[in-house]
C-alpha cells in the first residue's frame, strides 16, 4: 500500500486498528449508543460504509508500544501534526477522509477507487441475490423431498 508507506517514509507512525468489517460487525457497531448501550459509534448501518468492502481502515499513530487514539492526539500538537500528515499523505494517494462534511470522523481512509459506494452495494446485492437463489433452489428441493413422504404418509 503506497500510501502506508509514504507515511513511514515521512516517519509518520500510523497504525491501522480497523480495515474490512463484515456485515455482521458492522451491524453491530450499528447498534451501539442504538439498542446496545454504550455511545454510538457509526452512522453506516451494514452494507453502507467502505469498511464492508474492505476500502476502508481506521487508524491511530504508535508512540513505542502506545496507540494514540485522536482524542489523545488532539492536545499534543507535535503528535496532532502527525495525524494531520498522515491524512495528507493518504489523501495525496486518491483516498478520502472524513475531516470535511457532517460525518467527522478524523482517523477514517477509504478509497472507494473512483466508484461510488451504491455501486458496491449493487454488486454485492446481485452476488447476494445470486446466492439466494442457488439456496432456494436446495430449500425448495428439500420441500419437495418433504412433501413427497408426507403423500406417502397420507397414502400409508
Ligand atoms: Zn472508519
Known sequence: MRAFEKCYKNKVPIYIVWGTRSDDQQELLYRCGRTIPGIIQTTHRAGYSAHNYGLALDFCLLFNTEILS???V???KYWRQKWLRAVMLFEEEGWSSKWRGSNFEPG???????KDIFEYMQEAKI???KRDEQTDNRNSGVQDLGKQSQDQNLLI
Open 70 to 72: 485522536w482524542e489523545e
Open 74 to 76: 488532539y492536545p499534543r
Open 108 to 114: 477514517h481512509l477509504e478509497n472507494l477507487m473512483g
Open 127 to 129: 452476488k447476494n441475490n
